[in-house]
């Protein structure tokens, strides 16, 4: 069973710029969540997409989009980055009825 | 407004001995907890979780009490070792109107074991 995977592990960027962040969910798994984890503090809710299309979104602006494709896979996608965009970016997969969900081990995007 | 509180940003304890780590949560929406353990530049990892209808859940060294009345958590590791020296993270989930979950995240806290 392959677990959950991510792609950069590490992404620096300057103020303005675009950046793309690829995820690859767990065998099985049809739900991918997306998260923003500051430091010091616990993962935020980003958004979710299930069956392609999104389920559900936190308080992030519209410049946080996303995309799920048919193999589950997912982007997350951010415009005009701004310094407080630095973070560790972490998705999780999970099955359609599943309570846990399970994660990759995170993009750290620092912007400069 | 944090719906789930780890109030204890650290927690020191001795090889063997039995470690205990708290959460709050004020929402009563929530219907599923979960524990997660995460080392430096890594993704979390799940521990252990509960379903609401229940106050105890077991798996190996780890189990988690849940005590609804008081809307509170408890991840218990007995013995603790070592490798456990992470931080450790409490998450709660409600099922939204559209179906879907998403996890709610305590602060989290720093567990040290000592040999």
């Known amino acids: 069973e392959t677990g959950v995977t991510q792609s950069p592990t590490h992404l620096i960027k300057t103020r303005g710029q675009q950046v793309t962040l690829r995820c690859s969910s767990q065998?099985?798994?049809?739900?991918v969540s997306w998260y923003q984890q500051a430091l010091g503090q616990g993962p935020q809710f980003i958004f979710q997409?299930?069956?392609?299309?999104?389920?559900g979104r936190g308080n992030f602006p519209p410049r946080f989009s996303g995309l799920q494709f048919p193999n589950y896979s997912s982007e997350l996608n951010v415009n005009a980055l701004e310094l407080d965009d630095s973070a560790l970016y972490l998705c999780?997969?999970?099955?359609?009825?599943?309570?846990?969900?399970?994660f990759g081990p995170g993009t750290r995007l620092t912007v400069l | 407004d944090q719906q789930v509180k780890q109030n204890s940003p650290s927690l020191s304890v001795q090889e063997g001995r039995i470690s205990i780590l708290n959460c709050d949560y004020t929402?009563?929406?929530?219907?599923?907890f979960l524990w997660y353990k995460k080392y430096p530049a890594e993704g979390p990892t799940f521990l252990i979780s509960?379903?609401?209808i229940k106050d105890k859940n077991e798996d190996g060294r780890f189990t988690v009490f849940l005590n609804k009345s008081a809307k509170h958590l408890s991840l218990h590791i007995v013995p603790s070792q070592p490798g456990d020296s992470a931080v450790y993270f409490c998450?709660?989930?409600?099922?939204?109107?559209?179906?879907?979950?998403?996890?709610?995240w305590g602060l989290g806290t720093s567990l040290a074991v000592n040999p």
């Open positions: 929402n009563s929406m929530f219907d599923y």
């Open positions: 065998s099985g798994h049809n739900t």
């Open positions: 509960i379903s609401s």
């Open positions: 997409y299930y069956r392609e299309e999104e389920n």
């Open positions: 998450a709660a989930s409600a099922r939204n109107a559209g179906n879907n979950r998403k996890l709610i």
């Open positions: 999780a997969s999970s099955s359609e009825r599943g309570h846990e969900q399970f």
